[in-house]
């Protein structure tokens, strides 16, 4: 049962323009979202996050928008560069610990290959 | 650089074999994570620790196995290995304070050939 499902492989962009990474998720606990970037023979690297009670985070060039009735988020890169040639997962997890180790676990989503076209 | 590293970054075995991996989290970190990428999945969480103590498990086969030690380096043992078993892992440290999120950091992964 994949949770966390991004149904775009991949995606190619102009180098300048706007890049838009899409992310949906079933479960209804989830409440805090991430998104990593991997470089080939590297591990992921943290990006950005954003937690349920927002609908949007910005860092940057980097904005996550997340539209809860809808179980969705999506990452904007404004403008692409050429090293933001990687693969983009999205992560999710059950939000503040309260305790419970057990919810910081991240279920990630399969991938998306941006590639930056110069 | 994130600070978790993972060794060896390359292993080539045999079927029926077993192997260790082992990792070593971010300096301060108290968690530890095994994730495993077979090719063109996402990471599939395996097991968690917590400063020494299981905290949560995920699909992790039977025959694969893992602790924390005192000094919360971390190792992965995989056995009775299957050509299945060919994969990127990885392992992830983050620092809960419980007063909100704090995301995973992973090391570069170590990969998994089974012959």
């Known amino acids: ?118 | 650089d994130s600070g978790v590293t993972q060794t060896p970054k390359h292993l080539i075995t045999a079927t029926g074999q077993r192997v260790t991996l082992r990792c070593s989290p971010r300096s301060g970190d108290l968690s530890v994570y095994w994730y495993q990428q077979s090719l063109d999945q996402g990471l599939q969480f395996l097991i968690q620790y917590y400063n020494g103590e299981e905290r949560a498990k995920g699909n992790i086969l039977e025959r694969f196995s893992a602790q924390q030690f005192p000094d919360l380096h971390s190792e992965l043992n995989l056995s009775s290995l299957e050509l299945g078993d060919s994969a990127l892992y990885f392992c992830a440290s983050s620092s809960p304070s419980g007063r909100g999120n704090s995301p995973l950091h992973f090391g570069n992964g170590t990969r998994l050939t089974v012959t």
Request: charged share 20%.
């Open chain 1, 1 to 118: 049962d994949q949770q966390v499902k991004q149904n775009s492989p991949s995606l190619s962009v102009q180098e300048g323009r706007i890049s838009i990474l899409n992310c949906d998720y079933t479960n209804s606990m989830f409440d805090y979202f991430l998104w990593y970037k991997k470089y080939p023979a590297e591990g992921p690297t943290f990006l950005i996050s954003i937690s349920s009670i927002k609908d949007k985070n910005e860092d940057g060039r980097f904005t996550v928008f997340l539209n809860k009735s809808a179980k969705h988020l999506s990452l904007h890169i404004v403008p692409s560069q050429p090293g933001d040639s990687a693969v983009y997962f999205c992560a999710a997890n059950k939000g503040p610990f309260r305790g419970d180790f057990g919810n910081e676990k991240l279920t990630f989503g399969t991938g998306t290959r941006l590639t930056i076209i110069p």
